[in-house]
């Protein structure tokens, strides 16, 4: 009996200080009813085993504000004044079989979450992120989805309707490329075409087909097209770049150069979103690496590069290892932003005044396969 009256004893003492201590204050826990205010970087997390979203930093800090939920294999497009956020996604009621529906979401960015969404024909793009599979119309009327089942086909979002207005068939075309200005846009096509669209009659009719403005079996073009001013500026897997204007609605070449000629090392262009342009800067900016070959158009960069389309001439070079996407922001003093291997997305500022160098200002990890991101005001 004498061991657990010593026990008790020793149990009591021990005890009764932690008895004596004050209660703990209470907390109060609340949700914020909008972020905070200021320029935003979005990334879309694809997750090939579940939901993907749309993570949202604050582009000065690289500090969470807060993610945007989809579904798998999704697409993201913010619009220009980072108010309104869409993801294109699947939803799969089994995942790996059964039954699946193609949704486009419609987020208000300031409250991050989901204003209304539009059902979309189950034929969307089951892709990889790629900037040129959702796109929006210069008027903000539509927006724009490729679908591949595997026919080529761009279904057409009435967004004040908010309902499907058509499914546009673009056999052998692939990517979305709008118009500077109304409701129009291009198509890329495997012969080396482009096709434009424009609205007539609440249809979407073809205006025009371009003549060939590159050989896909000697040099193919990346899908990412950049908008720089009247022209888009594509990147070819040898490193040129092909203007196109669109100006009249009806596509025609402004001409080719290369970046590589005269550069010894083999260097070409390679990643995911690998091209951005800075009409602040006017600069053109694009990821490479060296000693290209046969399928290393998704190499992630070695150098950044930066572009005078005017002059079209190779004006800067840096390091920049190991980064397979990024995006430059807008202003006088832009800031460039970009997904390393080793999912994290790193924030750079740009100096250009004798050459082109990076300065790191800021880092945050990343989940899933982060391949493509936005910056906003």
């Not at 579940?50 to 999704?74: E, R, Y």
């Not at 402004?254 to 090392?265: A, C, K, L, Q």
């Not at 009409?279 to 290209?292: A, R, T």
């Amino acid at each position: 009996m004498i061991r657990p009256i010593v026990g008790i004893a020793l149990f009591a003492a021990f005890a009764t200080p932690a008895w004596a201590q004050d209660p703990l204050p209470e907390e109060e826990f609340i949700v914020k009813q909008a972020i905070d205010p200021g320029p935003n970087l979005f990334v879309y997390q694809e997750s090939l085993d579940g939901p993907g979203t749309i993570v949202v930093f604050g582009a000065d800090t690289l500090s969470m504000k807060g993610t945007m939920t989809s579904g798998a294999f999704g697409q993201m497009l913010v619009e220009p004044t980072g108010k309104t956020a869409f993801a294109q996604s699947t939803f799969m009621k089994r995942y790996a079989y059964g039954a699946m529906e193609h949704v486009l979401q419609i987020y208000d960015v300031a409250t991050l979450t989901p204003k209304s969404e539009v059902i979309l024909p189950p034929k969307a793009a089951m892709a990889l992120s790629y900037v040129n599979l959702l796109q929006h119309s210069a008027d903000g009327k539509y927006v724009f989805v490729q679908n591949a089942t595997p026919a080529s086909s761009i279904t057409i979002v009435d967004l004040s309707a908010g309902t499907v207005l058509e499914e546009l068939p673009t056999p052998g075309c692939w990517g979305i490329y709008p118009a500077a200005t109304g409701a129009g846009f291009m198509t890329m096509c495997g012969d080396g075409s482009l096709m434009s669209y424009a609205p007539k009659d609440g249809k979407f009719v073809e205006v025009a087909t371009t003549p060939a403005i590159f050989d896909p079996d000697v040099d193919a073009l990346f899908t990412t097209g950049m908008r720089v001013g009247g022209d888009y500026a594509f990147i070819s897997f040898k490193g040129d770049v092909s203007l196109v204007s669109d100006a009249d609605g009806v596509p025609k070449s402004s001409g080719v150069f290369s970046m590589v000629d005269g550069v010894e090392g083999g260097w070409a262009p390679g990643g995911y979103q690998m091209v951005a342009y800075s009409p602040d800067l006017k600069l053109l900016f694009v990821l490479m690496h060296s000693k290209s070959y046969e399928g290393s158009h998704k190499n992630p960069a070695e150098e950044l590069w930066a572009v005078d389309v005017a002059t079209k001439k190779v004006v800067g070079r840096t390091p920049f290892a190991g980064f397979w996407s990024f995006t430059v922001s807008s202003g006088a003093k832009p800031a460039l932003f970009g997904i390393s291997l080793e999912m994290k997305v790193v924030r750079f500022d740009i100096d250009v005044s004798s050459g082109l160098s990076l300065t790191q200002t800021g880092e945050a990890g990343l989940t899933g396969y982060p391949f493509l991101l936005a910056a906003t005001p």
